[in-house]
């Protein structure tokens, strides 16, 4: 169930606070990693919408925060899928058409699953302060086709999309990548 509130006190240098109940009730810690979508800085007297947990103590915590006003799936998720399916549609395509072949697409498959689990298991690792997934093992995974799982787990599992250095490695895997299959288009046009 989604409650409404009000941010009572938050010490941005820290990204936490605490968040108040709209009519009452017992203030739930408010940690910035909560957001969803966060287009900005959260500030004290900020209204929100979350979901209300208890963490391993009992303790009140706000889960899926986002500003009220501020729709819950974005564009940008919604995006991200299209241009998934898209590329997906485009190499299925291709390989019906005899311009790519069939293991392609099903490599692309296998490391984007494979890519979509590494992400998820580092997300994991994060909120429970275990060893992580190295950076660079993220980006090798998505240069070497599992961009499309990358995208996804971005998206869906809110991980790995606001960091900006981050971000721009990956679109630039992205691109090498693309660049990789269209020249492998090509050959085989000439094939």
């Given amino acids: 169930m989604r409650f409404q509130g009000k941010i009572s006190s938050w010490k941005d240098d820290q990204g936490f606070g605490f968040v108040v109940q709209n009519g009452g009730g017992e203030r739930a810690f408010l ?3 909560a957001f969803e979508n966060r287009t900005r800085r959260p ?19 706000a889960e899926q925060v986002c500003f009220v006003g501020q729709r819950r ?7 991200s899928v299209i241009w998934v399916l898209l590329f997906a549609a485009f190499l299925v395509s291709a ?3 005899g311009r790519l ?14 890519t979509f689990i590494a ?9 429970n302060n275990r060893w992580r997934t190295e950076e660079n093992t993220l980006h090798l995974l998505a240069l070497l ?7 996804l787990a ?13 971000l721009g490695v990956f679109w630039a895997t992205v691109l090498l990548n693309c660049a990789a299959l269209a020249l492998a288009w090509v050959l085989m046009r000439w094939r």
């Fill in 95 to 97: 390989c019906f058409i």
């Fill in 31 to 33: 940690h910035i990693k």
């Fill in 101 to 114: 072949q069939w293991w392609i697409a099903g490599c692309y498959l296998a490391v984007s699953v494979l």
């Fill in 119 to 127: 992400y998820a298991l580092d997300k994991s690792a994060a909120r």
């Fill in 73 to 79: 799936g974005t564009a940008a998720e919604s995006g």
């Fill in 145 to 151: 086709g599992g961009w499309p799982g990358a995208l």
């Fill in 154 to 166: 971005q998206r869906w599992l809110r991980h790995k999309s606001k960091k900006a250095a981050f």
């Fill in 43 to 61: 500030a004290e007297g900020d209204l929100i919408t979350y979901v209300q947990v208890r963490d391993d103590k009992g303790r009140f915590q």
